[in-house]
């Protein structure tokens, strides 16, 4: 069993990760899982800048925010108070990055919780003043497409390594998300857990120890992301019109 940092270890490991303060009221009901996933919304927005990008931080009716909020539950992307970066590159589409949004996988009707994800602007949009949309063939919608996805990320932060049942239940889940890039981030190493997802999934989707104090995970699973990023902008099919 590992010993992870408590709530205020972690707020204080993570406050030089933060692009803006945390919201007080957010930081206070937040739990160490939820400030997980905001560590990896970090690097996320971080591997975005790494990548040429221009970050700005709004809230559900497109204001500009002074401090990041989020909601402690899973949530449809909606008008309001929660906190999204909006990822912009020269001359592409705009991007996402979200926190604890559900999302619309491939082959199932049910939503799906994304701790953390980047999807394309236009599909986010589309939810924030839709309640739900037909796809044929695949019922309503009520959250953006898994196609739509160019980022995903599942954060577990547990004492215990990932056992079977939780590394197939994550294996499961993202074999039906559509994501371009998937990744399952632990804060242990869960050895056999990564062996599994490894055999079933495909390179680079095991992350495991991703703490702050892990300087050399933290460095290794930002870069993979920039370059996921630095592709999208190298994809023609990504230009503005």
């Not at 994550?170 to 190493?189: D, E, N, Y």
């Not at 703490?211 to 993979?224: S, W």
Request: with cysteine; aromatic share 8%.
């Amino acid at each position: 069993m590992a010993t992870l940092p408590n709530k205020t270890a972690l707020l204080n490991q993570i406050a030089n990760l933060l692009p803006l303060a945390l919201d007080p009221a957010y930081a206070t009901r937040a739990a160490t899982n939820d400030l997980y996933e905001v560590v990896n919304f970090c690097l996320v927005v971080q591997a975005a800048e790494d990548a040429k990008g221009n970050i700005t931080f709004k809230d559900g009716d497109d204001n500009a925010v002074t401090s990041l909020c989020f909601s402690t539950q899973p949530h449809n992307i909606s008008r309001g108070p929660y906190t999204h970066a909006l990822i912009e590159f020269e001359n592409k589409l705009p991007l996402e990055a979200h926190l604890g949004i559900y999302v619309s996988p491939q082959s199932v009707v049910d939503p799906m919780e994304c701790d953390v994800c980047v999807v394309h602007k236009s599909e986010a949009e589309f939810f924030r003043n839709n309640a739900n949309r037909t796809v044929k063939n695949r019922g309503k919608r009520k959250g953006p497409d898994g196609l739509k996805l160019l980022i995903a990320v599942e954060c577990k932060y547990w004492k215990n390594d990932l056992n079977s049942a939780k590394a197939y239940e994550c294996i499961g889940r993202f074999a039906s998300l559509s994501a371009k890039h998937r990744h399952i981030v632990a804060a242990t190493p869960s050895k056999s857990a990564g062996r599994k997802i490894l055999e079933r999934l495909k390179c680079y989707v095991w992350q495991p120890e991703l703490l702050p104090t892990n300087i050399p995970a933290m460095i290794r699973f930002r870069g993979l992301l920039s370059q996921e990023f630095i592709d999208y902008q190298a994809e023609s099919r990504n230009n503005q019109p």
